[in-house]
């Protein structure tokens, strides 16, 4: 959502109020997405009964000078008043306010994953009532799908981390007065899991692996033997390159286009060695390039086990 790192105004220059509400899956991530927006200095509400959603916003003409801050509004299936139509009658009445920037997001995610989710916690879902809880999830599902269907931010959570979630809704919602573009450059390691939140990924093993090398198996890409071990590989430079020059003729245009967020990642088998390498290298290219990105190494604290790597060395 590019509109919301962006500030809102009226045509006579006033401020707009922002109002973002967020609903979703029970076991979703919204009680996660609301803890984010208060880091980030939203007022948030939880479980805020949808029929005094008006009576809470102030009117207009009762407003001081002062400029108020984002406020963000939680609520889901065990909130009072949940009427799905009702709700959404509602915030169409306050979009059409003047005087207000009204956002909806819907935390979305995949039932087996919230079946995992219920289960490991022992929790009781809000709707099973006494019926199997994949009945109570598909039953709050279909409540809640015209929601879904109305929201203008969707943010499926079935692959996410909660870390991953904080750091999407950051990207999302952070707002940043110089109006620059946040690039990220990280690592990850394939046989951990694809980085479900990634614009640009690049894959690393091609290049010959050191983990297969006596002495470097136990470093990792920020050691400079490893590094020059991947440097070696006569693949290495001209891949580097090109995917340099790439990134250069990229990233202005995803400026160009409004793009907040850009996260560049680099992967390897076990995300240690030739994924790291790369980021770090990439990393201080875009750097004299002029850009100033976050780097970030997902599965450097992972051990590299024997059991990831044996049996892939064909090809990696």
């Not at 984010?36 to 479980?47: A, K, Q, R, S």
């Not at 091609?206 to 136990?218: A, I, K, Q, S, T």
């Not at 995917?243 to 907040?260: E, F, M, V």
Request: hydrophobic share 35%.
């Amino acid at each position: 959502m590019e509109s919301s790192n962006s500030t809102d105004s009226r045509s006579d220059g006033a401020e707009l109020q922002r109002i973002l509400l967020v609903t979703g899956l029970s076991g979703a991530g919204k009680s996660t997405t609301l803890g984010v927006l208060e880091d980030l200095g939203w007022e948030t509400i939880d479980n805020f009964p949808v029929r005094l959603l008006e009576r809470l916003v102030t009117n207009p003409d009762q407003q001081s000078d002062t400029v108020r801050g984002p406020l963000a509004i939680g609520f889901d299936s065990r909130t009072r008043g949940f009427v799905p139509a009702d709700i959404i009658a509602q915030l169409k009445d306050l979009t059409g306010r003047d005087d207000l920037s009204v956002s909806f997001m819907f935390i979305d995610c995949a039932d087996a994953e919230l079946e995992r989710r219920y289960n490991e916690t022992r929790r009781r879902h809000p709707m099973t009532q006494g019926r199997p809880l994949l009945d109570g999830i598909g039953a709050e599902r279909e409540l809640l799908e015209p929601l879904r269907r109305w929201a203008d931010i969707v943010v499926d959570t079935s692959n996410l981390s909660a870390n991953d979630l904080q750091n999407h809704v950051r990207d999302l919602f952070e707002k940043r007065d110089d109006g620059a573009m946040t690039l990220t450059v990280s690592s990850f390691g394939f046989a951990r899991g694809m980085p479900p939140l990634a614009d640009l990924v690049f894959d690393m093993r091609f290049l010959d692996n050191p983990h297969w090398v006596e002495g470097l198996r136990e470093l990792t890409g920020q050691d400079a033997p490893v590094g020059e071990h991947v440097q070696k590989d006569p693949a290495f430079a001209a891949a580097f390159d090109q995917i340099h020059d790439l990134l250069l003729t990229l990233l202005p245009r995803y400026q160009a286009q409004g793009k907040s967020y850009v996260h560049v990642a680099f992967g390897c088998t076990g995300g240690r060695h030739r994924s790291v390498f790369t980021a770090e290298r990439m990393a201080q290219g875009l750097r004299d390039a002029g850009f100033s990105p976050t780097v970030r190494h997902r599965n450097l604290g992972s051990r590299a086990a024997d059991e990831i790597e044996r049996g892939k060395r064909q090809g990696n």
